[in-house]
């Protein structure tokens, strides 16, 4: 009888694991499943070349007064910097004694602008802004570094086609590649 | 180099700690200098708690339970706190030195654990916090707090180095956190990342996890997924109590020996995917300048580094004879193996005392007894880690980086201690 009753259970346990079937995958069960919208509300990373870039567009000229209004108090009327950083120029200073990062002289992806300010900017605000504006404020900070035209307007498609001055710059992790041979005396 | 005012390092120290170190400093010579011990007590209103009379504290009960339901240092410790300048261009996006010179042994008390944040520190509540795992996985999956702490836990001891620790670039720190404070260690408690990647059925194309914040930053970096599946931890706990607020509160990321960044605080998501996301934390910030305008990214380990603590910078030695020599050391790559010890400015080394235990991707302490002879000196360590690798000295790592690289800068610390036995930054 007590084996019978063991079969049986062992019966009910394998029809409910054919009935979880994704869940019997997991060896803890623990967490639920992500729907799609909710993932969608949450995934907001633009990849280098523009994945996953709203739909939505934005002017030079919306640009400077968005950023007037947001960004200018840290970065400074033109983007010379401030309490924010330096945004415009620099280039062709990388490689001197003096280097300039900015988003035209060192920032290898354009689409990377579109991502970091949605998600961070402005700083009193992060995720206030809406698609539009970000790409306008994405075009102005291009156009001043000399990336875009003054009566350009920006989308996903002509976001992702600019090719940043930096980009060939970036190069793998080559280290150890510095050397102490260890001298224990007389050195 | 002004290049950011978002920097992990700023070099000025806050008027008020030099102030309160410097003149503590200055009592103590006078007392030690003196010789005239005895003299020098009977002469200050203190002395009438010292033999041959009771304490005053051995009078009276002393404060009841209950005063403090959650203990702090004695108020004659006020002194020791984060080290955080008070020249910052804004402190939204800013960072804050562990006091190394005050502490012993290799745990960081978690009220001096050193901060860096990008847009400031959320106050989350845990059981609004979620962490959300999706992209190249079978099973897209949304976990509460609750659920995490639900897997399998593992408590590990791992230093966290900022990677800015600290530039390469004049002006110099004086004292040791202002050039190493960025760098601290604690006991983690957690799950393993692998196995929660295990549950939502992990997909052979996934070759990086991009991780983000639950901060105004929403900040977000690219993991391999060769360190996801080896040593990595979702912690939740840091020296026995959930997570500080400026810690990651609820939940962090923590891979083990990789620069402090990396290391994802309030986590709110994971995506596996096939490659990077060149995130602006991983383009235009966190990639390692070389003098040719190549630029250096996804530079993760923090390689071995040292760092004498007793006596540093700001520090005075009162009087020649017995002064231990103690520091900490550490490196990315595993295991301290041993530490040099140099008391002549480099010519002679010998190998320091390692206190126990020596364990992977945490801080080592280091010994070394010395006798001062009351004539200058200049003291420096090296640190050696089990593959063998040694800590390069300035001048070294300068040579092949330039003064631009601004991140990972691992040299070797000197510190000149003059015949009054004042000790500061040799390279400065």
């Given at each position: 009888?007590?084996?019978?009753?063991?079969?049986?259970?062992?019966?009910?346990?394998?029809?409910?694991?054919?009935?979880?079937?994704?869940?019997?995958?997991?060896?803890?069960?623990?967490?639920?499943?992500?729907?799609?919208?909710?993932?969608?509300?949450?995934?907001?990373?633009?990849?280098?070349?523009?994945?996953?870039?709203?739909?939505?567009?934005?002017?030079?000229?919306?640009?400077?007064?968005?950023?007037?209004?947001?960004?200018?108090?840290?970065?400074?009327?033109?983007?010379?910097?401030?309490?924010?950083?330096?945004?415009?120029?620099?280039?062709?200073?990388?490689?001197?004694?003096?280097?300039?990062?900015?988003?035209?002289?060192?920032?290898?992806?354009?689409?990377?602008?579109?991502?970091?300010?949605?998600?961070?900017?402005?700083?009193?605000?992060?995720?206030?802004?809406?698609?539009?504006?970000?790409?306008?404020?994405?075009?102005?900070?291009?156009?001043?570094?000399?990336?875009?035209?003054?009566?350009?307007?920006?989308?996903?498609?002509?976001?992702?086609?600019?090719?940043?001055?930096?980009?060939?710059?970036?190069?793998?992790?080559?280290?150890?590649?510095?050397?102490?041979?260890?001298?224990?005396?007389?050195? | 180099?002004?290049?950011?005012?978002?920097?992990?390092?700023?070099?000025?120290?806050?008027?008020?700690?030099?102030?309160?170190?410097?003149?503590?400093?200055?009592?103590?010579?006078?007392?030690?200098?003196?010789?005239?011990?005895?003299?020098?007590?009977?002469?200050?209103?203190?002395?009438?708690?010292?033999?041959?009379?009771?304490?005053?504290?051995?009078?009276?009960?002393?404060?009841?339970?209950?005063?403090?339901?959650?203990?702090?240092?004695?108020?004659?410790?006020?002194?020791?706190?984060?080290?955080?300048?008070?020249?910052?261009?804004?402190?939204?996006?800013?960072?804050?030195?562990?006091?190394?010179?005050?502490?012993?042994?290799?745990?960081?008390?978690?009220?001096?654990?050193?901060?860096?944040?990008?847009?400031?520190?959320?106050?989350?509540?845990?059981?609004?916090?979620?962490?959300?795992?999706?992209?190249?996985?079978?099973?897209?999956?949304?976990?509460?707090?609750?659920?995490?702490?639900?897997?399998?836990?593992?408590?590990?001891?791992?230093?966290?180095?900022?990677?800015?620790?600290?530039?390469?670039?004049?002006?110099?720190?004086?004292?040791?956190?202002?050039?190493?404070?960025?760098?601290?260690?604690?006991?983690?408690?957690?799950?393993?990342?692998?196995?929660?990647?295990?549950?939502?059925?992990?997909?052979?194309?996934?070759?990086?996890?991009v991780a983000e914040g639950a901060d105004a930053a929403a900040l977000t970096r690219s993991i391999p997924i060769e360190k996801c599946l080896d040593d990595a931890?979702?912690?939740?706990?840091?020296?026995?109590?959930?997570?500080?607020?400026?810690?990651?509160?609820?939940?962090?990321?923590?891979?083990?020996?990789?620069?402090?960044?990396?290391?994802?605080?309030?986590?709110?998501?994971?995506?596996?995917?096939?490659?990077?996301?060149?995130?602006?934390?991983?383009?235009?910030?966190?990639?390692?300048?070389?003098?040719?305008?190549?630029?250096?990214?996804?530079?993760?380990?923090?390689?071995?580094?040292?760092?004498?603590?007793?006596?540093?910078?700001?520090?005075?030695?009162?009087?020649?004879?017995?002064?231990?020599?103690?520091?900490?050391?550490?490196?990315?790559?595993?295991?301290?193996?041993?530490?040099?010890?140099?008391?002549?400015?480099?010519?002679?080394?010998?190998?320091?005392?390692?206190?126990?235990?020596?364990?992977?991707?945490?801080?080592?302490?280091?010994?070394?007894?010395?006798?001062?002879?009351?004539?200058?000196?200049?003291?420096?360590?090296?640190?050696?880690?089990?593959?063998?690798?040694?800590?390069?000295?300035?001048?070294?790592?300068?040579?092949?980086?330039?003064?631009?690289?601004?991140?990972?800068?691992?040299?070797?610390?000197?510190?000149?201690?003059?015949?009054?036995?004042?000790?500061?930054?040799?390279?400065?």
């Amino acid at each position: 009888m007590r084996m019978r009753e063991f079969a049986v259970t062992v019966l009910a346990l394998v029809a409910l694991g054919s009935v979880t079937d994704a869940r019997a995958q997991s060896p803890y069960g623990i967490g639920r499943t992500a729907t799609a919208a909710e993932i969608a509300g949450w995934n907001i990373d633009i990849g280098r070349n523009g994945e996953n870039l709203p739909p939505g567009s934005g002017s030079v000229s919306h640009g400077r007064e968005v950023f007037d209004q947001q960004c200018a108090a840290c970065h400074g009327a033109k983007g010379e910097g401030g309490v924010g950083d330096r945004l415009v120029g620099g280039q062709g200073t990388i490689a001197t004694a003096k280097p300039v990062k900015t988003v035209g002289s060192y920032w290898p992806y354009a689409p990377t602008l579109f991502d970091y300010i949605r998600r961070a900017m402005p700083q009193n605000a992060p995720q206030s802004l809406g698609n539009d504006d970000v790409y306008a404020v994405s075009a102005y900070i291009l156009s001043l570094n000399g990336l875009l035209a003054a009566d350009a307007t920006l989308d996903a498609g002509t976001l992702s086609a600019i090719k940043m001055p930096n980009r060939g710059m970036f190069v793998g992790d080559p280290r150890p590649d510095v050397r102490n041979p260890a001298c224990e005396s007389g050195c | 180099m002004a290049e950011s005012t978002d920097l992990d390092d700023d070099p000025a120290v806050t008027s008020r700690r030099r102030f309160l170190r410097e003149g503590g400093a200055l009592m103590g010579g006078v007392v030690l200098a003196n010789g005239l011990v005895g003299e020098a007590l009977a002469a200050t209103p203190d002395a009438g708690n010292a033999p041959p009379n009771i304490p005053e504290w051995m009078k009276t009960p002393g404060d009841p339970m209950g005063s403090q339901p959650y203990g702090t240092p004695s108020p004659f410790e006020k002194g020791v706190v984060k080290n955080i300048s008070k020249k910052l261009p804004q402190y939204l996006s800013a960072s804050g030195r562990t006091p190394l010179q005050d502490l012993d042994g290799i745990i960081t008390p978690n009220g001096l654990f050193y901060e860096r944040h990008h847009g400031g520190v959320p106050t989350i509540d845990p059981d609004q916090h979620r962490l959300m795992l999706h992209g190249l996985v079978d099973r897209p999956l949304i976990f509460t707090m609750d659920d995490i702490r639900r897997f399998p836990s593992e408590s590990r001891i791992h230093f966290l180095e900022c990677s800015g620790n600290p530039v390469y670039t004049k002006p110099y720190g004086k004292t040791a956190s202002d050039l190493v404070g960025l760098l601290s260690c604690a006991e983690w408690t957690g799950v393993s990342l692998k196995l929660v990647l295990q549950e939502a059925g992990l997909r052979p194309e996934a070759k990086w996890l991009v991780a983000e914040g639950a901060d105004a930053a929403a900040l977000t970096r690219s993991i391999p997924i060769e360190k996801c599946l080896d040593d990595a931890m979702l912690a939740y706990s840091q020296n026995g109590e959930r997570l500080r607020p400026q810690q990651g509160y609820p939940l962090r990321l923590l891979l083990p020996g990789f620069e402090g960044n990396m290391n994802v605080k309030w986590l709110r998501r994971l995506k596996a995917v096939a490659e990077p996301a060149y995130s602006r934390e991983e383009t235009s910030k966190y990639t390692d300048l070389m003098p040719d305008g190549t630029a250096r990214e996804f530079t993760f380990y923090m390689e071995a580094k040292s760092i004498i603590t007793r006596p540093s910078g700001g520090q005075k030695l009162g009087a020649p004879g017995f002064h231990e020599i103690t520091g900490v050391a550490w490196s990315g790559h595993g295991k301290i193996k041993r530490v040099d010890v140099s008391v002549d400015g480099g010519k002679n080394w010998q190998m320091a005392h390692l206190q126990e235990p020596v364990l992977t991707r945490a801080l080592t302490r280091f010994r070394l007894p010395w006798h001062w002879d009351g004539q200058p000196a200049v003291i420096q360590s090296r640190a050696i880690d089990e593959t063998d690798y040694v800590q390069p000295t300035f001048s070294e790592l300068l040579a092949v980086r330039g003064e631009n690289s601004f991140y990972h800068n691992n040299a070797i610390q000197p510190w000149r201690i003059d015949a009054q036995g004042q000790v500061t930054n040799a390279n400065a």
